[in-house]
């Protein structure tokens, strides 16, 4: 490994972390760009004017990141085969009531939002770092989670989608977000009360791309002859050896991520190889399967923060 290094301050209070300049450039565009043009003993930060740093190794600031997202992509970032079980076992804690909460009489319920919150921005930050790998299984592991908690997504996910994030960097969650929206306004398994079909209503008219990407849903689920009352986002499904009428019950498990064959993308990298291999944890567990990803040429990289425990990227929003 490549011996230089850098230093990524992160948030408002500048939480560093040191990480390896060659690993870092190989996995984002994003990076490798900004140290480019960036000295190094000089720092660099969005917004900010340079100013030379105190030790050795470029350093950057990513004032508008949280420290705690920014914990997951380091994990990915040195862990990558052993990433996606990671989330999945996140996932998986958070939903079964793990022991090691604080405050149990919370019922879990901070812990799961956090982590929706957590991995929320870890998808817009692979966006904007050029990482689409990263982004998809983000949009696994959150889909995986809404299905295990039965959540339907709230006026306030929705508003922070539309009226805070960059719109390129947001339109697989916002896509994703719209297919819920629809799935539960049109009736779900239960249908929502009157109350908050109104405070969907208020988000349409408080913006309009919202209403856009609404109707576009509905009338391209139209198209497909799919039941917006029955096709459930939450629901990954694999691509092959689907009965007619399956697929009408859930989304591809491609279908909220961020490759597209259709202009030249190439397949799902989290689908390759065996039909057991793409499936979904939630469809892993349901089977009794065991998951075969033991094998991680990775884990022979520690990184900066493998010390720590994955739970407290539960308890940090």
Known sequence: MDEEIVRVLVGPDQREFTLHKRLLCAASPYF?????????NLSSSPGATTTPADSTGAMLWLANETPEMFELFVLWLYQRRAFRLFVGAAVSSATRGAP??????????????????????????????????????????LQDLYLRCDWEV??????????????????????????????????????????????????FDAHPALRDDYVRHLSKMDESRADVRVKNPQLRLPGNRLRSEERFLGFRMCSFHSHRAAVGEGACPLAVGTFRAAKSPWMRAKEGMES????????????????SR?????RCG
């Open 292 to 307: 075969d990803d033991s094998d991680d040429a990775d884990r022979g990289i520690l990184s900066p923060v493998s010390n």
């Open 154 to 203: 709230s006026p306030r996910f929705l508003a922070f989608l539309y009226g805070e994030c960059d719109a390129d960097r947001s339109v697989r969650l916002r896509k994703w977000a719209v297919a819920m929206v629809a799935w539960a306004v049109c009736g779900g398994e239960t249908g929502l009360s009157a109350v908050a079909v109104g405070k969907f209503r208020t988000l």
């Open 32 to 40: 490798r760009d900004r140290l480019d043009v960036t000295p190094a």
């Open 310 to 314: 994955w739970e407290t990227y539960l």
């Open 100 to 141: 090691f909460l604080e405050f149990p009489n919370l019922q879990n319920d901070l812990c799961r939002r956090t982590l929706r919150w957590n991995l929320a921005r870890l998808h817009l930050f692979a966006a904007m770092a050029q990482v689409p790998a990263l982004q998809d299984v983000a949009m696994d592991a």
